[in-house]
């Protein structure tokens, strides 16, 4: 089992930068996908980018791809979002997820997918 924790939301003007963070106990994060998901209010959590448990693939949502970058390091047990370019609409509480795997190339984009989550980080642009 492992236990989730966002860091690094905040305030931002658009066309500003982020880097979220998500902390993980256990000495099992490198078993686990990982993913960021957000939801703005009044809508319902969306996929924003999956990692898998080596870091060695990853996907992006559309919407995010080209600005977002999500990375691991499994010495830290800490999974990454780096958000440039940032937009009003990217307003949201981010959450991570996690799925345990055995060396699964394959990641995850579905809300069901993922057995952990965090408690969320809000972000916020401002136009």
């Known amino acids: 089992q492992v236990q989730l924790v966002e860091s690094g939301g905040g305030l931002v003007q658009a066309g500003g930068s982020l880097r979220l963070s998500c902390a993980a106990s256990?000495?099992?994060?490198?078993?686990?996908?990982m993913g960021w998901f957000r939801q703005a209010p009044g809508k319902e959590r969306e996929f924003v980018a999956a990692i898998n448990w080596s870091g060695g693939n990853t996907y992006y949502a559309d919407s995010v791809k080209g600005r977002f970058t999500i990375s691991r390091d499994n010495a830290k047990n800490t999974m990454y979002l780096q958000m440039n370019s940032l937009k009003p609409e990217d307003t949201a509480v981010y959450y991570c997820?996690?799925?345990?795997?055995?060396?699964?190339?394959?990641?995850?984009?579905?809300?069901?997918?993922?057995?952990?989550w965090g408690q969320g980080t809000q972000v916020t642009v401002s136009s």
């Open positions: 256990g000495r099992t994060f490198s078993s686990y996908n």
């Open positions: 997820a996690g799925r345990r795997v055995i060396e699964s190339i394959v990641v995850q984009t579905t809300v069901s997918a993922y057995n952990y």
